[in-house]
Nanobody, 119 residues
Framework: QVQVVESGGGLVQPGGSLRLSCVAS????????MAWYRQAPGKQRELVAS??????NYADSVKGRFTISGNNAKNTVALQMNSLKPEDTAVYYC??????????????WGKGTLVTVSS
């Protein structure tokens, strides 16, 4: 069993900052992807930022404001969010790609943490 748990969401004023954290525990090995997605009300889930082997990617809407950082040894990934805007309001999901006990490539999801940007 693998558990992915996010933390750090909350209410913040426009222009403020939040830091989201995620940790994966259980039988997960050889992590090859760490990512954050978000889903705003009435919209589809979208990729915010990801780290794969040798590459970091950001959605155009968050470039220059958000920073993703991962620690494979600790199975953790964080998302530092600065200069937040009301349109960043969404449920943020952590996504971890790794190998299971049978060495199959599998992606695991957290349950999400709500970020609300409002004055």
């Amino acid at each position: 069993q693998v558990q992915v748990v996010e933390s750090g969401g909350g209410l913040v004023q426009p222009g403020g900052s939040l830091r989201l954290s995620c940790v994966a525990s259980g039988s997960i090995f050889n992590i090859y992807k760490m990512a954050w997605y978000r889903q705003a009300p009435g919209k589809q889930r979208e990729l915010v930022a990801s780290i794969t082997t040798g590459s970091t990617n950001y959605a155009d809407s968050v470039k220059g404001r958000f920073t993703i950082s991962g620690n494979n040894a600790k199975n953790t990934v964080a998302l530092q969010m600065n200069s937040l805007k009301p349109e960043d309001t969404a449920v943020y999901y952590c996504n971890i790609g790794g190998r299971d006990l049978l060495f199959r490539a599998t992606e695991y999801w957290g349950k999400g943490t709500l970020v609300t940007v409002s004055s």
